[in-house]
């Protein structure tokens, strides 16, 4: 399972990076993740700052 999360996360990742800003769907995809990065530094206590992280993380 982590190496199939893992693989998805680069093909995200990369998708984010080289698809235009104005794509509905993956501007969705990008806010999301936004929002989940944040989830995930709330759970840890951690500081938040912009930015995603594409960490395998037990929340997923």
Do not use: C
Request: hydrophobic residues 35%; without cysteine; charged residues 20%.
């Amino acid at each position: 399972m982590t190496d199939f999360l893992t693989e998805n996360q680069k093909f995200i990742k990369n998708k984010l990076e080289i698809t235009p800003r104005d794509d509905v769907y993956w501007s969705a995809v990008n806010r999301t993740y936004h929002q989940l990065t944040g989830l995930i530094a709330g759970y840890e206590g951690r500081s938040i700052t912009p930015g995603i992280t594409f960490e395998i993380h037990p929340i997923l």
